[in-house]
């Protein structure tokens, strides 16, 4: 193996001196009674729908230059504060010097160029599919609607799946470092206007960690022209309880200087209403306990996000960046009230006991990112160094008292107790990438260094009673340190209907994780390869056919390592597990395409030992135990099929089905360690309408609608859910402003059942949260409110593992 990949790079650098074909073009910006425009913008727009190319600024003495041009037909347009010249139509095949690009003194026709209404469309590239939506019926709402209704994309339990996994969502090729409510959260106080496309990944390729899995990656609009621009924007949800979030943004360019600055206060009180059932079955399989159980859970969040992002060109070789997110969320609090009703085989009620369940939460993400990036004299090379630290720390106290009466509602007995738990993270990674064309080929590679340290504990006191499943003895300090160095590379060659991408990246991983209490150690010391193949062929422009294959790893989270319980009450707990081990998977695909509207996807993926939430009944201890397990073996495969086009002239249609088949054997701990065979199959299907209502395009509406007929979720299989959804948008007083309001879960059908049974297990529940909601919204952008964003937020897998046990 070392051989081999030593050839490769090998290979690669040999290719470094082939050129690149591309041009430049150069000319100077005036206004209409010649005088020099210094600062000016220019704008290289496709002459095919006028969409941004790529831009630059003019100098002090209005001289500007456009480089590495490739070969084209484009239109060049020079703007400044709102004003533009005619747009120039140039065909690209030598370096071209033009003449003075005119400004008008009196604004004229640039935002008819930059600001065209176009459908949506969907673009297959070798590694990824571009979902195009900037200036479109789509990019209308929030950036979270644009990831719902993007093609492959699945909404289930707040959580954004592509083909049964989780998807990262990356902002600018810099992933979103939040759990799933998080990130709903920052998506949904992101205007679409902002969008220009989603790149879909179900394999990303070598450059990304190989634990990123599929990848959902958000390009905003470049900002391009100088000046201020702000915006403010509210919402109001009335669920069971209301909701309300404040936001502003900062925009501020020069010619050298980009800044951006995010404020967003988001308070929440939540309800979520549990019901579970779970039949203890005795020796001879026969059922002799019946445990039903409602549980009503409110959580008060206080949550304040910064985010901030400083960009600064030297010169046309050099930009430095500096991006921070900074997520505070302290005097959170929850109350849940556990009733549970106990009876015998007979279905006669024996007994009851209510669990009082309160605790309070504090916790702070702080995380910093720079990056530099050198562009080398040979057109189209660079070189990108980063550095990133992120600090994250928790503490948490949990109360818990619970009070038994025996059938007739007489006082038996309580217990009680609380617990004190913290965990400090520290991550850091530093990072080194370059690029660089070879004629119509590219090759880039890179390496990565990240050092991750965790310290936690709990302690339990302040008992009153006792109980067998809680004692002073669950008391424990865990410790975890974990290095990955890594290193990629990945070449592109692109033929007149063929295009092909290789990559292989390498990861060493030395991690420990030690339970000072109960004297465990977890060793993970190995090297593994992670390849990667992309091969499309288009014979036409109607048709095109690709191939792709990738393998990744997935790491344990690291609270899911921490050998710590985590309490609804004495009998209903969370535990970590220390023994887990990397899991890596498997994943081909195989697409064709159709005229760019209709998509096919077949795809099959070895899941491998893939990390499970399963969840066991102690029989005899009357207990239900969730246990983070590495599963024996799983395996997924599918059919998709994608419409993405317009109907009519006013309504853009894109509807996504697929019919799919996923398994998974495990170990069931608590039926004599036999081995369990958990299988579906199933389909889904996805419907999005877009319609535009009014002839100026200021009125827009959304009517969705989705069914799951089931789903496999470790040991349960979820029963089936559909979810309707309506939304309407009014933009006001030319674009200052927009209002909303929407309608989610109309049918009151989106939340499903999850059934597990097998051998000497029989449980299930049905978590309700508050999916039933209607919401609206305003927002007021100020300054030179034309301006386009150009956020970026940070890219972190290590980031990934900071999530909350509840």
């Known amino acids: 193996m ?163 996994q989780n998807a990262s969502v990356y902002l600018n090729d810099r992933k979103v470092q939040l759990t799933g409510q998080e990130v709903r959260d920052l998506l949904e106080g992101l205007s679409g206007v902002n969008i220009k496309s989603v790149e879909v990944m179900p394999n990303p390729p070598a450059r990304y960690d190989a634990e990123s899995g599929p990848i959902l990656n958000i390009i905003t609009s470049k900002n391009i022209v100088p000046g201020y621009k702000g915006s403010v924007n509210a919402t109001y949800t009335q669920a069971v309880f209301p909701k309300y979030s404040f936001g502003t943004s900062q925009y501020y360019k020069t010619e050298k200087l980009n800044v951006f600055a995010n404020y967003t206060y988001n308070p929440k009180k939540r309800d979520f209403q549990t019901d579970k059932e779970v039949n203890f079955i005795d020796g001879t399989n026969t059922i002799f306990s019946r445990w039903d159980t409602d549980d009503q859970l409110v959580r008060n969040s206080d949550a304040h996000n910064i985010n901030t992002t400083l960009n600064y060109d030297f010169d046309d070789q050099n930009e430095i960046n500096l991006t921070t997110n900074l997520l505070f969320n302290q005097n959170q609090d929850w109350n849940q009230l556990v009733a549970t009703e106990i009876r015998n085989a007979q279905n006669e009620l024996d007994s009851t006991f209510i669990t009082d369940n309160t605790g309070l939460r504090d916790n702070n993400n702080l995380a910093f990112d720079l990056s530099y990036v050198h562009k080398l004299k040979k057109p189209g090379a660079k070189l990108s160094l980063n550095g990133h630290y992120t600090k994250y720390d928790e503490t948490t106290r949990q109360n818990i008292l619970s009070t038994y009466f025996n059938e007739t509602g007489n006082f038996i007995r309580d217990f009680g107790f609380q617990t004190d738990a913290f965990q400090n993270i520290d991550v850091i990674t530093g990072q080194l990438d370059f690029a660089t064309p070879l004629g119509d080929a590219s090759f880039e590679t890179g390496a990565k260094i990240s050092s991750v340290t965790s310290g936690s504990s709990i302690d339990f006191s302040n008992f009153q009673g006792s109980d067998e499943s809680v004692s002073e003895a669950l008391a424990d300090d865990f410790e975890y340190d974990e290095r990955v160095y890594a290193a990629y590379v990945s070449y592109v060659k692109n033929w007149e209907k063929w295009s092909m991408k290789l990559g292989v990246r390498g990861e060493y991983t030395d991690a420990l994780g030690t339970s000072l209490t109960l004297g465990q150690t977890n060793i993970q010391e190995f090297f593994e390869p992670f390849p990667s193949v992309y091969i499309l062929y288009s014979p036409n422009e109607k048709h095109s056919f690709a191939f792709d294959y990738g393998r990744k790893v997935e790491r344990p989270k690291y609270n899911d390592l921490n050998p710590f319980r985590v309490f609804s009450n004495e009998n209903d707990f969370t535990e970590g597990n220390p023994t887990l081990q990397p899991n890596f998977s498997n994943n081909f695909n195989i697409n064709y395409t159709l005229n760019s509207e209709y998509f096919f996807d077949f795809y099959y993926r070895d899941n491998g030992n893939y990390i499970s939430p399963l969840l066991f009944q102690d029989n005899e201890a009357l207990t239900l135990i969730r246990l983070p397990q590495n599963v024996l073996g799983s395996t997924s495969y599918g059919l998709d099929f994608t419409v993405s086009k317009s109907i009519l002239n006013p309504w853009f249609l894109y509807a996504y089905t697929s019919v799919f088949y996923e398994d998974e054997t495990f170990v069931a701990v608590q039926s004599g360690n036999q081995e369990v065979t958990n299988s579906i199959e199933g389909f889904y299907v996805y419907l999005a309408n877009y319609l535009t209502l009014s002839n100026d395009g200021s009125l827009t509406g959304e009517l969705t609608f989705s069914h799951l007929s089931k789903y496999l979720f470790g040991s349960f299989v979820q029963s089936p859910i559909t979810n309707l959804t309506f939304g309407l948008r009014k933009s006001l007083w030319n674009n200052r402003a927009v209002v909303s309001i929407s309608a989610e879960d109309l049918l009151g059908e989106a939340n499903g059942t999850y059934t597990s049974r097998y051998l000497n297990q029989d449980n299930s529940f049905r978590i309700v949260p508050e999916t039933q909601f209607v919401r609206f919204g305003f927002t007021y952008n100020f300054g030179n409110f034309r301006l386009q964003e150009n956020q970026r937020t940070i890219d972190k897998t290590e980031r990934d593992r900071l999530q909350p046990k509840d």
Not at 126 to 134: G, K, M, N, S, T
């Open 2 to 164: 070392k051989n081999a990949l030593l050839a490769i790079f090998v290979a690669f650098f040999s290719l470094l001196g082939v050129s690149a074909q591309s041009f430049e073009i150069s000319g100077k910006v005036i206004n209409s009674d010649n005088e020099v425009i210094p600062f000016a913008n220019i704008l290289l727009l496709s002459s095919i729908d006028s969409t941004f190319v790529k831009g630059t600024s003019a100098d002090d003495n209005g001289f500007f230059k456009l480089e590495d041009v490739e070969p084209n037909l484009y239109l060049v347009q020079a703007s400044y504060i709102g004003r533009g010249s005619k747009p120039l139509a140039l065909d690209i095949k030598k370096s071209v010097k033009l003449g003075a690009l005119i400004i008008p003194n009196k604004a004229e026709s640039l935002d008819e160029v930059v600001v065209t209404a176009k459908k949506p469309t969907v673009q297959r590239l070798a590694d990824r599919l571009v979902f195009q939506v900037e200036n479109t019926v789509v990019s209308q709402g929030s950036s979270w609607d644009i990831l719902k209704g993007t093609p492959g994309v699945i909404v289930n339990q707040e959580e954004l799946q592509i083909r049964g």
